[in-house]
């Protein structure tokens, strides 16, 4: 069993910054990549940004702005973050963690709300 916990969305004036976290517990063997994904209203869930052994990836939408990180340190639980800062009201939709496992595949998060206000 796996478990994805998100936390930290909200509503956060332009030009402000927010941070989103996500807990992954359980199986944590074989975790492969750990990234963010959104989706805004009336539009497709897109990548935002991934972390792997090997580097990280950011949309170009995002680039400059935002930081993905991850902290293994603890033995039970894993937590990827999304540093959001110079947030724009095209920033605005549900923020989603997405962690892929070498052996059991996909797993999503429930998402959390992030609103740009103009």
């Known amino acids: 069993q796996v478990q994805l916990a998100e936390s930290g969305g909200g509503l956060v004036q332009a030009g402000g910054s927010l941070t989103l976290s996500c807990a992954v517990s359980g199986d944590t063997i074989c975790i492969s990549d750990m990234g963010w994904y959104r989706q805004a209203p009336g539009k497709e869930r897109e990548l935002v940004a991934t972390i792997t052994s090997g580097g990280t990836y950011y949309a170009d939408s995002v680039k400059g702005r935002f930081t993905i990180s991850r902290d293994n340190s603890k033995n039970t639980v894993y937590l990827v973050y999304l540093r959001m800062n110079s947030l724009k009201p095209e920033d605005t939709a549900v923020y989603y963690c997405?962690?892929?496992?070498?052996?059991?595949?996909?797993?999503w998060g429930q998402g959390t709300q992030v609103t740009v206000s103009s």
């Open positions: 997405n962690v892929q496992f070498s052996a059991i595949g996909t797993y």
